[in-house]
């Protein structure tokens, strides 16, 4: 998956494959303009304040409690991005607007959009962590508000695929007890539960992370079925006796050690014949790096934030079987391209 200039017809086609097109001027400034147009179109309720029909510029800024001016320059952007649709001066949504930037849409991902105010704060630290190696650690230095924002916007991330998760699992019996690594905003481990009422689920995460996973499951119903551990993966307690694990969107925060260690210890909490499953969103194999855009930005994004990288599928394979695991499949779901499911079998 590649993100870039789109042409919209032959001679753009041309223009874009000249070598005098100019393409870092809309690779620098292009992706910021449209990230932060919808950032800000998130930031004043412009969605939902066109949930109820098509306002004028004058009307949404009134509402927003904003300057004319600034906010129809605004929605003419969001327009051309295809977020709005303007009609005599009216705005109202586009069907793309409405199915992902309304607060009650199905699968929102306004508090990802949200969260992404932290996460441009920390992109600005890109030459500190190349200069000097200092990254943002953000598991360690995130304050109360920005941890709220970080697990909100996962758990949007999370909405997106987590009943096919549930259909695609194959599991050779109903799991009775789930161990999920850091998985604090516990859309996967709800999920689960409502596909088995018999399940229960141990959640292993920090406590800032474990108060907003708190909220979600008490909301769902679920708060006497799942049981938190607090504390570092490196020292919390697993529990044993779990037919199913899982570890999504960790292992890119960790050094090969830690990682290989995890791994080590989610097998030897698995009942005999239990699953791990591990979800990131794993780099091509050498030969074919050169090709992948996202996978090559995201590695650079984990390393400002963690200090570390994504991996490989053959990488991670590999210290799932020194862990003790012999099955070892690739899945894709369809509402996550841009990341893989690694099933482990003991």
Not at 88 to 102: E, V
Request: hydrophobic share 45%; glycine share 8%.
């Amino acid at each position: 998956m590649r993100i870039g200039v789109i042409p919209e017809g032959v001679r753009d086609w041309l223009v874009l494959r000249s070598r005098r097109f100019p393409r870092p001027l809309f690779d620098v400034m292009g992706t910021m303009l449209v990230s932060r147009a919808l950032m800000a179109g998130v930031h004043f309720g412009v969605f939902d304040k066109l949930a109820s029909g098509p306002k004028s510029a004058e009307e949404v800024a009134r509402d927003a409690g904003a300057e004319t001016h600034g906010m129809k320059l605004l929605l003419d952007a969001l327009v051309t991005c295809g977020y709005l649709r303007e009609r005599q001066g009216r705005y109202g949504n586009s069907a793309l607007g409405a199915a992902w930037l309304r607060s009650d849409a199905a699968h929102t991902l306004v508090n990802f959009v949200r969260y992404n105010y932290d996460q441009w704060n920390w992109m600005s630290q890109l030459e500190e962590f190349i200069e000097r190696g200092e990254a943002r650690d953000i598991h360690q230095k995130l304050s109360e508000p920005e941890w709220r924002r970080y697990m909100l916007g996962l758990r949007d991330i999370a909405g997106l695929s987590a009943e096919e998760l549930v259909e695609r699992l194959d599991l050779p019996a109903p799991p009775r007890s789930l161990l999920d690594v850091g998985g604090g905003h516990c859309e996967y481990v709800i999920a689960l539960c409502r596909r088995y009422p018999a399940l229960t689920a141990t959640v292993v995460d920090l406590e800032p992370a474990a108060r907003v996973g708190r909220e979600q499951v008490a909301k769902a119903g679920l708060a006497e079925r799942v049981t938190f551990r607090i504390g570092r993966l490196e020292q919390a307690g697993f529990g044993s006796g779990h037919d199913l694990a899982f570890i999504f969107n960790v292992i890119h925060h960790l050094d090969e050690p830690t990682a290989r260690a995890a791994l080590r210890r989610i097998g030897e909490s698995l009942s005999p014949q239990g699953t791990a499953v591990v979800w990131e969103s794993f780099r091509e194999e050498r030969e074919r790096q050169r090709h992948d855009q996202l996978g090559a930005l995201l590695a650079l994004f984990f390393g400002v934030a963690s200090a570390r990288q994504a991996y490989t599928f053959e990488q991670v394979s590999e210290w799932a079987r020194a862990a003790g695991f012999r099955e070892i499949s690739r899945k894709s779901l369809r509402t996550a391209p841009f990341a893989a499911l690694l099933v482990a079998r003991k």
